[in-house]
């Protein structure tokens, strides 16, 4: 098999992973089991983006931010804030766009507020709010704005 070939299929496969967590981040209610599928294929999809030959800090970011969501969707605190930790981390230091960074502390403020502390997950919120100001895309910053609108709802 050569590298190219390897390389497009880890890129499918952490495509479809995260499509498919997607899929079951939509549904209303989950079962135990579509939760448990949730949290491997996110896991499954950020390993495929990692081995992808020129894969990004953005993909990084990405990635870390979902494996943060399902853990939160899951209950799972402190997993979730591990994650959002790892993705404001990669986010900041390659300086990616004020989208990906304002994810990554919609995610810490998620993961805060599942834990119960509610004083950092509102400073977090603020952050994220500081850097949807600055995302151009109305759509991108309109998505954003009501995540965390849904925390605060929380």
């Known amino acids: 098999m050569t590298t190219t070939t390897t390389a497009f299929s880890h890129k499918k496969l952490a495509m479809n992973s995260f499509n498919a967590v ?4 939509d549904l209303n209610e989950r079962t135990k089991e579509e939760e448990e599928k949730m949290i491997h294929l996110a896991h499954a999809s ?3 983006w990692t081995q992808v030959e020129g894969h990004t800090a953005k993909n990084l970011s990405i990635g870390y931010w979902q494996l943060s969501r399902v ?3 899951a209950g ?15 986010s900041l230091e390659n300086k ?12 810490l403020s998620r993961a805060n507020a599942l834990l119960g502390f509610n004083d950092r997950s509102i400073e977090q919120a ?6 949807a100001k600055e995302v151009v895309d109305e759509g991108s910053k309109e998505m954003l704005i009501k995540d ?6 929380n």
């Open 148 to 153: 965390l609108q849904e925390i605060v709802r």
């Open 96 to 107: 990616i766009e004020p989208f990906y960074i304002g994810y990554a502390y919609e995610a």
């Open 76 to 90: 799972l605190g402190e997993r979730s804030l591990y994650y959002a930790e790892q993705c404001l981390s990669v």
């Open 71 to 73: 853990y939160a969707t």
């Open 46 to 48: 950020f390993y495929h």
């Open 126 to 131: 603020e952050h994220a709010s500081e850097y």
């Open 22 to 25: 997607w899929d079951l981040l």
